[in-house]
């Protein structure tokens, strides 16, 4: 009988361990609360009205089609490592023989239950497509709204997070609102439009480096950004945004784009844990004390305190990585070398046609038209499908002529309760 590995999550790092592993005489079984791929790097292009949402999500079946690798669509309740199975919430137990957890992480609000409560985030499909019907319902409710304090409330968006995706969202929502106003919406005025995105540290885009981080900020201020640095967030009652130590904001929309972390499944786990709860591994992946269980992707902290980043490349390699340690187990052959993240560099787009890069293993820090180019044709390539990277393909070209591929669908109205 051929040994059982599972896989828990679709994700970068899921789905790279399983196409590593097919065809090597194992039954693979890779498990997902949703049956699609999702391409998160372009995400907050679907909350911003730039893609639609299926050019960047590949159903899981599709790319699991190799020899003998299965999908099955179900939410991880429990994991035993001894015995080795797992519990899926409809009751059912899978055994294993190796474990690769690949769960990622979820939208870390820091215990504050109003931000989490009324607040947007841009972590998963659903998510994305409600940020953007909020947007676009706010921009309704501001059209016929006769008081002139809450027609501000509704035309001031916040943003909580200066990161690349809240800065990418910050550039995209800007450009698309400056151009859909006139045109779409000739009750308001674009002056009446207010975009504010609040960091907590001195800079946009940290890691990046200083003239990077200071280009950044001038192109999101020449489009019209406020920002507000030194600042945090501490509520948000869906009228007002509270910060320290700046004033209140008067907004009825928040994007919190502040931070991840692990899923919290990952606490259940035994051994230590790395800062936002990620797990400490041994030099290859592995859980300590567990050497049939690999820990990939975004949940996977180094024991020597190495920063690994959460973001595709690092999840891509260390699924591979850890594919190429089971392998080695299972033949009796010495190990690979310790893993060893590669860093391919960084890159944030600020808005058509702009883009920042830096690649530091070069010495390479750059902008603007060449960079945003890169940014461009690498997400093009990582994107999983032909269909995607058509449909990708036909959205941008018409939004970059003059925005006439805006997804302006409101899937479904504000509950009462909301603003």
């Known amino acids: 009988m051929a040994e059982r590995v599972l896989i828990l999550g679709g994700g970068f790092a899921g789905n790279?361990?399983?196409?590593?592993?097919?065809?090597?005489?194992?039954?693979?079984?890779?498990?997902?609360?949703?049956?699609?791929?999702?391409?998160?790097?372009?995400?907050?292009?679907?909350?911003?009205?730039?893609?639609?949402?299926?050019?960047?999500?590949?159903?899981?079946?599709?790319?699991?089609?190799?020899?003998g690798l299965h999908f099955r669509?179900?939410?991880?309740?429990?994991?035993?490592?001894?015995?080795?199975?797992?519990?899926?919430?409809?009751?059912?137990?899978?055994?294993?023989?190796?474990?690769?957890?690949?769960?990622?992480?979820?939208?870390?609000?820091?215990?504050?239950?109003?931000?989490?409560?009324?607040?947007?985030?841009?972590?998963?499909?659903?998510?994305?497509?409600?940020?953007?019907?909020?947007?676009?319902?706010?921009?309704?409710?501001?059209?016929?709204?006769?008081?002139?304090?809450?027609?501000?409330?509704?035309?001031h968006f916040v943003i909580a997070g200066g990161g690349p995706t809240g800065v990418e969202f910050c550039g995209a929502l800007l450009e698309l609102l400056h151009v859909l106003l006139p045109r779409d919406y000739p009750e308001l005025q674009p002056e009446e439009l207010q975009i504010t995105l609040v960091q907590g540290g001195a800079a946009l885009l940290p890691g990046f480096a200083a003239p990077l981080q200071a280009q950044a900020a001038r192109k999101l201020q020449k489009l019209g950004a406020q920002l507000r640095f030194h600042t945090h967030v501490l509520g948000f009652d869906g009228q007002t945004v509270q910060c320290q130590p700046d004033p209140a904001i008067p907004a009825h929309t928040l994007v919190w784009t502040a931070g991840v972390t692990a899923n919290p499944l990952a606490a259940t786990l035994p051994g230590a844990k790395g800062p936002g709860g990620r797990i400490i591994v041994d030099p290859h992946l592995r859980l300590p004390g567990h050497p049939e269980v690999f820990i990939v992707g975004d949940l996977a902290y180094g024991s020597d305190g190495e920063f690994w980043p959460q973001v595709a490349p690092f999840?891509?390699?260390?699924?591979?990585?850890?594919?190429?340690?089971?392998?080695?187990?299972?033949?009796?052959?010495?190990?690979p070398p310790p893993f060893a993240y590669r860093d391919p560099g960084s890159m944030a787009v600020l808005g058509r046609f702009d883009a920042v890069c830096q690649i530091e293993r070069w010495h390479l820090h750059w902008h603007g038209g060449s960079a945003w180019l890169l940014?461009?044709?690498?997400?093009?390539?990582?994107?999983?499908?032909?269909?995607?990277?058509?449909?990708?393909?036909?959205?941008?070209?018409?939004d970059y002529l003059r925005h006439g591929a805006a997804v302006e669908i409101i899937r479904s109205l504000p509950n009462s309760s909301d603003p």
């Open 375 to 398: 940014w461009l044709g690498l997400h093009l390539y990582r994107i999983i499908g032909t269909r995607n990277r058509l449909l990708t393909l036909l959205d941008w070209g018409t």
């Open 315 to 335: 999840a891509l390699q260390s699924a591979r990585h850890a594919a190429l340690v089971l392998q080695s187990q299972r033949q009796g052959r010495a190990l």
């Open 73 to 155: 669509l179900g939410r991880v309740a429990r994991l035993d490592l001894s015995p080795r199975s797992i519990l899926l919430d409809d009751g059912d137990v899978l055994p294993y023989d190796y474990l690769f957890i690949a769960l990622g992480t979820v939208t870390n609000f820091f215990g504050n239950a109003a931000i989490a409560s009324h607040a947007l985030q841009l972590k998963g499909m659903e998510a994305a497509e409600e940020a953007r019907s909020r947007i676009f319902s706010a921009l309704e409710a501001a059209s016929h709204c006769a008081d002139p304090a809450q027609r501000r409330r509704w035309l």
């Open 16 to 67: 790279a361990a399983a196409r590593a592993l097919g065809g090597q005489g194992l039954e693979v079984t890779l498990i997902d609360q949703r049956n699609y791929h999702l391409f998160q790097p372009l995400l907050y292009q679907v909350a911003a009205g730039d893609l639609q949402a299926e050019a960047i999500a590949t159903p899981q079946r599709r790319l699991l089609r190799g020899s």
